[in-house]
């Protein structure tokens, strides 16, 4: 705050004395030779009677006609008749010492002084951008702040779920708090360690937790901080804040969002930003050049490592690159009690449950999880929050909002009913399948319905019966609506169905080797970015016979799937109706619930409303009329799951 508050007065220094410069400027002698008339014409003035006042300095003459509306100088020789000449025309007469004319010391000097200071200021300003690479006006001040204990401090007691990455850091806590530990055995702590990981995994809280274990002075600024409009300020900041490190070292520098000022140097259309490679460049040679910079250590954090400059990431500037993932169920029911320490919870709740229903999260989304339960306890005038309000925020995270205020017809009701049966039926009776959830048809977010699934743990990886279990559930809302409506009942509901099974039939192809016509061959095209310069120069890996059975294949195995979806279905028609009867008169169901219609029996609930709460676990949507708002990833970066 100070630096700013110091750059707005110095601002406002000058433009008072630009002020100052030009009202000064404007000299009285100048204004009056402007309105000079000669000896001649002061005489024809007298004469006729204009002339109301004059002051007599020696040669010297100034006056003003009769009009008072304005004045006139002139120079008068030694005339002996001037003074007769104007007491007969009654002009008032005044008469001044000749020495004023003369200008004193101090006058040349407050003449003199706007310009000698507009020089001074220059000199300054030009000696600053020589020195400092655009530090005047403190361009190149480093934007880096001091975090202390005011800002309040964060221990490894407030970060869960990331254990190898705290073990591995531990090791820098020790260092900054014994370091000779280290160095009589020779060892060379890491001198920068690079966070790598998903967004909202807690990089930036487990870089707080490292500084609020060691006790250290920590700076902390982001990667786009550097970067700047005027050239040699990124470079000039990354100097200043090495500079303040020193002074405070043993410290932490904390750079978030590397990847701003850290990309391919050279690379891209249209050729590099020399402004941010000198950035870079400045970076490199800091953390390790001629001059050892010891006690410092570099933390930086970034979700896109692929996009770095290899120089940065060699041993000696980032010796160490720890992974920061998503959290598995151990790890997120830790970050559930840690985020529901200021929550007063009922004795219903059990993290556990609630870790289980949660694969794929990470620990924000765990966190406005907690929060969300939290609203919604408040808007229901509730006192504690009950396991309730945390299975509605999941779904309201998971699938969207409720939409019930969405004007429905009774037969667009119905279709989609139809519709989420069919995803139901699949979903259970096909091998392969994730066990069922949940099914609505009440709007949420995008989706006029959705099919959830259960996934009994947290998955690592697909196998081929998954994929094609997946698909054939994935048309299963196409399918259920032609077997009641007729082969030509064709909409765009099945829109996200259609892309997901695309998507996941070419990944099965191109990508995982599941194609016994094509191999075990990766035939992705070129999927990298393109003003990082790598798809430039790289060609394409198949021919256009390659290409045309790749469209065979993905063809065949989406047709198979569809095939397979109207056996089963039409082979349960009878379920199909339960199902959908269930649906128009509830709602939404849970798995269990589904299971019995299908087995014949009816849904009995205690109190029948609107809310079902199915059995706990992973909820993860799978299917509907459109993509809901927070679908689980899929292999491979990619999102099979059908809406």
Same mark, same amino acid.
């Given at each position: 705050?100070?630096?700013?508050?110091? &750059?707005?007065?110095?601002?406002?220094?000058?433009? !008072? *004395? /630009? #002020? @100052?410069?030009?009202?000064? +400027?404007?000299?009285?002698? =100048?204004?009056?030779?402007?309105?000079?008339?000669?000896?001649?014409?002061?005489?024809?003035?007298?004469?006729?009677?204009?002339?109301?006042?004059?002051?007599?300095?020696?040669?010297?003459?100034?006056?003003?006609?009769?009009?008072?509306?304005?004045?006139?100088?002139?120079?008068?020789?030694?005339?002996?008749?001037?003074?007769?000449?104007?007491?007969?025309?009654?002009?008032?007469?005044?008469?001044?010492?000749?020495?004023?004319?003369?200008?004193?010391?101090? &006058?040349?000097?407050?003449?003199?002084?706007?310009? !000698? *200071? /507009? #020089? @001074?200021?220059?000199?300054? +300003?030009?000696?600053?951008? =020589?020195?400092?690479?655009?530090?005047?006006?403190?361009?190149?001040?480093?934007?880096?702040?001091?975090?202390?204990?005011?800002?309040?401090?964060?221990?490894?007691?407030?970060?869960?779920?990331?254990?190898?990455?705290?073990?591995?850091?531990?090791?820098?806590?020790?260092?900054?708090?014994?370091?000779?530990?280290?160095?009589?055995?020779?060892?060379?702590?890491?001198?920068?360690?690079?966070?790598?990981?998903?967004?909202?995994?807690?990089?930036?809280?487990?870089?707080?937790?490292?500084?609020?274990?060691?006790?250290?002075?920590?700076?902390?600024?982001?990667?786009?901080?550097?970067?700047?409009?005027?050239?040699?300020?990124?470079?000039?900041?990354?100097?200043?804040?090495?500079?303040?490190?020193?002074?405070?070292?043993?410290?932490?520098?904390?750079?978030?969002?590397?990847?701003?000022?850290?990309?391919?140097?050279?690379?891209?259309?249209?050729?590099?930003?020399?402004?941010?490679?000198?950035?870079?460049?400045?970076?490199?040679?800091?953390?390790?050049?001629?001059?050892?910079?010891?006690?410092?250590?570099?933390?930086?954090?970034?979700?896109?490592?692929?996009?770095?400059?290899?120089?940065?990431?060699?041993?000696?500037?980032?010796?160490?690159?720890?992974?920061?993932?998503?959290?598995?169920?151990?790890?997120?029911?830790?970050?559930?009690?840690?985020?529901?320490?200021?929550?007063?919870?009922?004795?219903?709740?059990?993290?556990?449950?609630?870790?289980?229903?949660?694969?794929?999260?990470?620990?924000?989304?765990?966190?406005?999880?907690?929060?969300?339960?939290?609203?919604?306890?408040?808007?229901?005038?509730?006192?504690?929050?009950?396991?309730?309000?945390?299975?509605?925020?999941?779904?309201?995270?998971?699938?969207?909002?409720?939409?019930?205020?969405?004007?429905?017809?009774?037969?667009?009701?119905?279709?989609?009913?139809?519709?989420?049966?069919?995803?139901?039926?699949?979903?259970?009776?096909?091998?392969?399948?994730?066990?069922?959830?949940?099914?609505?048809?009440?709007?949420?977010?995008?989706?006029?319905?959705?099919?959830?699934?259960?996934?009994?743990?947290?998955?690592?990886?697909?196998?081929?019966?998954?994929?094609?279990?997946?698909?054939?559930?994935?048309?299963?809302?196409?399918?259920?609506?032609?077997?009641?409506?007729?082969?030509?009942?064709?909409?765009?509901?099945?829109?996200?169905?259609?892309?997901?099974?695309?998507?996941?039939?070419?990944?099965?192809?191109?990508?995982?080797?599941?194609?016994?016509?094509?191999?075990?061959?990766?035939?992705?095209?070129?999927?990298?970015?393109?003003?990082?310069?790598?798809?430039?120069?790289?060609?394409?890996?198949?021919?256009?016979?390659?290409?045309?059975?790749?469209?065979?294949?993905?063809?065949?195995?989406?047709?198979?799937?569809?095939?397979?979806?109207?056996?089963?279905?039409?082979?349960?028609?009878?379920?199909?109706?339960?199902?959908?009867?269930?649906?128009?008169?509830?709602?939404?169901?849970?798995?269990?619930?589904?299971?019995?219609?299908?087995?014949?029996?009816?849904?009995?609930?205690?109190?029948?409303?609107?809310?079902?709460?199915?059995?706990?676990?992973?909820?993860?949507?799978?299917?509907?009329?459109?993509?809901?708002?927070?679908?689980?990833?899929?292999?491979?970066?990619?999102?099979?799951?059908?809406?």
């Amino acid at each position: 705050m100070n630096t700013h508050f110091r &750059n707005f007065a110095i601002w406002v220094i000058i433009g !008072l *004395l /630009l #002020i @100052a410069l030009f009202n000064m +400027f404007q000299n009285p002698s =100048q204004t009056r030779r402007g309105n000079e008339i000669s000896y001649t014409e002061l005489l024809a003035q007298v004469d006729a009677g204009n002339v109301s006042e004059v002051t007599i300095q020696g040669n010297r003459l100034t006056g003003q006609y009769a009009d008072k509306s304005r004045s006139f100088t002139s120079y008068a020789p030694d005339d002996p008749n001037l003074v007769e000449r104007l007491n007969k025309k009654g002009v008032r007469i005044s008469a001044r010492p000749k020495d004023e004319d003369v200008p004193s010391i101090f &006058n040349v000097l407050l003449s003199w002084f706007p310009m !000698l *200071l /507009l #020089i @001074a200021v220059w000199i300054f +300003f030009m000696r600053q951008m =020589q020195s400092g690479g655009g530090r005047a006006m403190g361009f190149g001040k480093s934007k880096a702040k001091l975090l202390t204990e005011r800002h309040g401090r964060v221990t490894f007691e407030d970060v869960a779920g990331v254990d190898e990455a705290k073990v591995d850091l531990q090791e820098i806590v020790e260092f900054l708090r014994d370091p000779q530990k280290f160095q009589k055995l020779g060892g060379r702590i890491p001198r920068g360690c690079l966070l790598v990981g998903p967004p909202g995994t807690g990089k930036t809280l487990i870089a707080r937790a490292v500084a609020g274990e060691a006790n250290v002075p920590f700076f902390t600024i982001s990667g786009s901080d550097f970067v700047e409009m005027f050239v040699g300020v990124g470079a000039s900041r990354v100097r200043d804040m090495f500079d303040q490190a020193k002074k405070n070292a043993p410290c932490i520098i904390f750079i978030d969002e590397i990847d701003a000022v850290g990309r391919h140097r050279g690379a891209g259309l249209g050729g590099g930003n020399d402004e941010r490679e000198q950035t870079l460049n400045q970076l490199l040679v800091e953390m390790d050049g001629f001059e050892a910079n010891e006690g410092i250590i570099i933390l930086a954090a970034t979700n896109r490592p692929d996009v770095l400059d290899p120089a940065l990431l060699r041993p000696g500037r980032f010796d160490r690159q720890i992974t920061v993932p998503n959290p598995d169920v151990v790890g997120r029911e830790k970050i559930l009690r840690v985020h529901m320490r200021k929550v007063p919870l009922a004795p219903d709740v059990d993290p556990k449950t609630i870790a289980r229903g949660t694969p794929g999260f990470s620990g924000a989304d765990l966190a406005n999880l907690v929060n969300e339960a939290a609203l919604l306890a408040a808007r229901r005038s509730k006192r504690m929050v009950t396991q309730v309000e945390f299975e509605d925020a999941k779904d309201k995270v998971m699938m969207g909002a409720e939409r019930r205020s969405m004007a429905m017809t009774e037969e667009e009701k119905l279709a989609t009913a139809y519709h989420e049966a069919g995803h139901a039926i699949l979903n259970i009776l096909v091998p392969g399948n994730d066990p069922l959830h949940k099914v609505t048809i009440i709007p949420r977010g995008r989706a006029l319905g959705v099919t959830m699934s259960l996934p009994e743990r947290d998955k690592l990886s697909y196998s081929k019966l998954w994929c094609e279990a997946r698909l054939v559930m994935t048309f299963g809302g196409r399918v259920a609506e032609q077997i009641i409506y007729g082969m030509d009942h064709l909409n765009t509901g099945a829109s996200s169905d259609i892309t997901q099974a695309t998507n996941l039939a070419r990944s099965m192809v191109t990508e995982w080797g599941m194609s016994d016509k094509l191999g075990p061959l990766r035939y992705t095209d070129n999927q990298q970015e393109v003003f990082l310069g790598h798809a430039i120069t790289q060609r394409q890996n198949m021919s256009e016979e390659t290409a045309r059975l790749i469209d065979e294949e993905i063809r065949r195995i989406v047709t198979a799937a569809q095939a397979k979806a109207w056996e089963v279905l039409g082979a349960n028609r009878d379920a199909l109706e339960a199902v959908t009867q269930a649906l128009m008169e509830h709602e939404t169901i849970s798995g269990d619930e589904c299971l019995a219609v299908m087995r014949g029996e009816k849904i009995v609930r205690p109190t029948d409303d609107d809310t079902t709460k199915g059995p706990t676990g992973s909820a993860v949507p799978v299917a509907g009329q459109a993509r809901p708002s927070r679908p689980e990833p899929g292999p491979g970066g990619m999102e099979p799951q059908p809406t």
